[in-house]
């Protein structure tokens, strides 16, 4: 089922509308060009390791002059941290001068692109940033990029027939990225959330999550990252001691903890912002460029709490699915 996957994730990213491969053959078409990346996180983050890695496969064998720098957004989540984290990225984009500056999830265009570069002479190209970016003033002449959206209303359907109601809450990571999922769901959807929680460490997940098991019908558990305390043993077997209700998540390092999942893939987003950067090179301005968001879904069922629900899934789901043991 995994090399299925990666095969539609293939089929979807040669489908994007208004792209042309690279020349990847030929990497002497790129060998003077430098490209600069801001992470914002840290190294072991599974969702941007991810992202970044297939960035980078796609830029090496383009074979441009690249440098990478870290924020670390969910380790250091004050405003002077932050502001630190920002000017270091910034002094070190000064100092290598690149032709083109990629940044990933939203804290880098919130505390980088948009004081220093936003209508500049640098193109910017951003990933992952989630659900909207006009609050920033993007798009503008020298930036585009990925947003990253849950498919949430393909994936309430798919999991109504199996919910005893269609009351649902959010259960995440107290930070910036997990309140603008929180945010955005509802007005997308039009579906308020009967419960809404975001927390700061595990034992306040683990309360939480006891309580909305009576609270709602579907809970949609989106983020653990930020949590220090985050034991993910432990919380696995807590989940299949203690879930009552339908769950349901969209990020890939939360399908062992949800029953049902239309998860993002982080590939997609890298990949997009690697394959644009080098379209950039290639002489196409980014304002020619439209903002994107993602289409590759990898819909993850989680069998041994499906199990443990009594809910048994039609034959062509199952089939279509990763299967979570």
Known sequence: ?????????????LAQPGWSAPDTTAPVQFATKKIFYINAYSPGYVWSDAEQGEMERVLHEAGVQYQSFYMSSKDHKKP????????????????????VLIVSDDNPVAHVVVPWYKNSSLPVVFCGVNWDCSHYGLPCTNVTGMLEVSLFSKMLQAIYPFARGKRVGILTDNNETDHLEGAFIPKRCNLPWAAEKYVNSFAEWKQDYLAMQDQV????????????DWNEEEAEAFVRANTRIM??????????????????????????AAQTALRILSGTPP??????????????LNMTLAK????????DMVNLAELVH
């Open 217 to 228: 019908d579907i809970l949609f558990l989106y983020g653990t990252a930020g949590m220090s």
């Open 80 to 99: 002077e941290e932050i502001h630190v984290a920002a000017s270091k990225a910034h002094d070190l984009i000064e100092s290598f001068k690149p032709d």
């Open 1 to 13: 089922m995994k090399y299925i996957c990666c095969f539609m994730l293939a089929i979807c990213f």
């Open 308 to 315: 443990k629900l009594g809910v048994v899934f039609p034959l």
């Open 247 to 272: 769950t349901c998540g969209t990020q890939y390092y939360m399908r062992h903890l949800v029953v049902v999942g239309y998860m993002k893939s982080a590939e997609e987003q890298g990949h997009w």
């Open 287 to 300: 304002s020619a460029i439209p903002v994107a968001e993602n289409k590759v879904t990898i819909l993850t």
